[in-house]
């Protein structure tokens, strides 16, 4: 069995493979890239770093715009 | 064309339109076209990780056509406030959105009233300066704070009416003036535009009258019971009341002054 860590994904805990990265978690859980932007550890993380490999505890904000005033 | 600048941002309408609380998108999509605005405004939040195939606000607003300003609703300290400006960019540079520039700063002080909270403010606004946005930042009718909020480098100060959402329209009229008038003291140009607490077209025709560059608001249209007629009616007021403001009302005086003359009356007069 391949080796797991726990990160903190929208505030909810999540167990992914060791070596998961923010592009592979976007994709698990079927969001489009271009349709969301992201935090990494409470920093805003750039596409063009969306290969970033996740460690254990991480914490993620995927985000995207809803109706507001 | 009636063109007014915040910043880069050059606006050919003057009202500002959320996207929040209607029955569905369609809806929305109806009342923004009615209201014929040509900013609308967003929320940032989390992305639901459940049921990721739910509908996207992205899907049904045209961004050829409206440009987005994203706002910091929900925060309730300058470090999450400039989080989320800063995820909303980035979200709207991935849509080459002309909005991924500007911000709408919400720092509030609680959640029961939705007032915001000056101090947060002004350090928000100094930091998202500081990182290259446009700042819209949303504020009390406090003159001073707004002041102060322009002296942080605000790009447009936006006094509420009434608290958001309370329909309760424009409440201190004074107070708007006075933000008006020390806001655009030797910067005439300076963009003020009134946000929160329309409840109904004829606050948003008062808010232009007393001098506003624009209003801003949502629920007054969400929540009517007919919202395309209401954006249709917002539409007319703030171009009535942007007119009577060019126009130069006449002053309010204590007694009357007759529209017929007197001479030549044949009727008698009391008192003469």
New interface residues.
Partial sequence: MPFTMVVK????SQTVPDGTTVRQLVAL???AP??????WN?R?L??ERYDQVLGNGDEV????????? | MDVFKIKNFSLNNRLFIGTGKYATYELMQQALEASGCQVVTVAVRRERLIDAHGRSLLDYLDLSKYVILPNTAGCFTADDAIRVAMLGRDLLEKQKNAGANWVKLEVLGDKKTLLPDPVGTIEATRELVKEGFTVLAYTSDDPRSAVRIKEAGAGAVMPAGSPIGSGQGILNPLNISLCLELLKEGDPAFPVIVDAGVGTASDVAIAMELGADGVLLNTGIAHAKDPVKMAVAMRHALEAGRLSYQSGRIPRKRYATASSPFDGVISYIPGE
């Fill in positions: 994904v929208n505030g909810q859980h079927k969001l271009e349709k969301v932007a992201i935090e409470r805003l750039k596409s904000e995927i985000v995207t715009f809803v109706g507001g005033g």
